[in-house]
């Protein structure tokens, strides 16, 4: 039998490696935060201000909450907030069919309207006749707003997929939107959120646009989305979407055009997940894996003013259904955003007018 001393030491022994693991475990869910966090204000949600070269967002911003069911063995919100730009550029002007819709999916320690704030996307959707739709993470669901991207049972359209299907549904239902162009947008675990929502949703989503995310089907937990984030998922990339395609092999699937967008000094989420990334995009449209069908190579601006940068387009007949843009010197934030917010870099090219342009090109 122990003595009282060595019991003590032992209890200690195992307090501090309780501790421990819950320490690696937060660390392993702040990972997206390699810088400081500017601490979010309570203060009423205000349209992002204007930079030069960008008309006001003139149109509606409006706040709602999308109840949510219960789901056991999971910590759940009751309901899931969001915030809806609709444009207001002409009423005469508002097309016959609806407003296109942007869904843009927020990063961890970013709110929705931080990520609005910080893309300026409101402004651009203004001139170019786009809603947007920013849904919100809650914190009692995960502390640092994480999307569950790694999660098995969202990648494979449970939990947080079904809610935010559920909710474009409701939105669809109460404003008028041209259901034929709804797109989804992400950055780093929005990015990741997006592809399972356009995966396990192709009648819904036109197509997809990937900022700094990880590769589709991978990680299954806080410890696994780590080493995905860093190392990618190569004996998993390719399954991934084989799985998903065989599953769907009763019904004929629609192209999935996709944008993927990555800094190559990215210290969160390697660049090696978009290359994996570009891998299943091909797969999923019935694409041969190999060089890109033709590249644009544009130098650095002047002053700092845009990064270098290769556009790769990969074509199918004469539509883009593939463009991977890799950006130099760009680390894990949203390219040409609004440097007054966390993750956002000043420097171009301007990642939130690729998004609309490359949206704009294409529809269910």
């Known amino acids: 039998m122990a003595k009282p001393a060595r019991k003590t030491r032992l209890l200690r022994s195992l307090t501090r ?23 979010a204000r309570k203060a009423v949600p205000r349209k992002p201000a204007a930079r ?17 069911p ?18 207001d550029r002409v009423r005469d002007a508002q097309p016959r069919d609806g407003w296109p819709l942007v869904v843009m999916l927020h990063g961890c320690h970013q709110s929705a309207t931080q990520f609005a704030q910080g893309t300026r996307m409101n402004h651009l959707a203004e001139a170019k006749g786009f809603a947007v739709l920013y849904p919100q993470q809650s914190v ?28 474009i549904g409701t939105v669809c239902e109460r404003h008028p939107i041209d259901r034929r162009r709804i797109y989804a947008c992400g950055l780093s ?9 356009a995966l396990n949703h192709p009648e819904l989503i036109a197509a997809v646009a990937l900022h ?28 991934a979407i084989s799985g998903l395609l065989m599953r769907r092999a009763a019904a004929p699937l629609p192209p999935m ?11 969160v989420v390697d660049p090696v997940n978009q290359r994996q990334l570009a891998r299943q995009w091909l797969q999923w449209n019935g694409l041969p894996a190999g060089p890109a069908t033709r590249v644009a190579v544009k130098p650095a601006g002047r002053g700092g003013s845009r990064n270098a940068h290769e556009i790769h387009d990969y074509l199918m007949g004469r539509k883009v259904v593939l463009r991977v843009v890799r950006i130099l ?14 993750f956002n870099a000043k420097a171009g090219p301007d990642a939130s007018r690729m998004v609309l342009d490359f949206f704009g090109r294409h529809r269910r």
Do not use: N
């Not at 009692?140 to 909710?167: F, I, K």
């Open 17 to 39: 490696a309780a501790k421990a693991q819950q320490s690696m475990l937060a660390t392993l869910l702040d990972v997206y935060a390699p810088a400081p966090v500017r601490p």
């Open 52 to 68: 030069p070269g960008l008309a006001p967002a003139t149109g509606r911003w409006l706040a709602g909450r999308f109840p949510l």
């Open 70 to 87: 219960a789901t056991q063995g999971q910590a759940v919100a009751r309901d899931m907030q969001y915030w809806l730009y609709v444009p």
């Open 140 to 167: 009692t669901v995960q502390a640092q707003r994480c999307w569950r991207w790694y999660d098995r049972a969202t990648q494979e359209g449970g939990g947080e997929t079904g809610a935010l299907a559920s909710l």
């Open 189 to 197: 675990a929005g990015a990741g959120m997006a592809a399972i929502l």
């Open 212 to 239: 700094s995310g990880p590769v589709f089907g991978a990680g299954h937990g806080p410890i696994g989305a780590l080493h995905v984030m860093r190392h990618g998922a190569a004996a998993h990339a390719d399954a």
């Open 257 to 267: 055009p996709a944008l993927l967008i990555q800094g190559e000094d990215d210290q």
């Open 329 to 342: 010197g760009l680390g894990h934030a949203w390219s040409g955003g609004d440097p007054a917010h966390a």
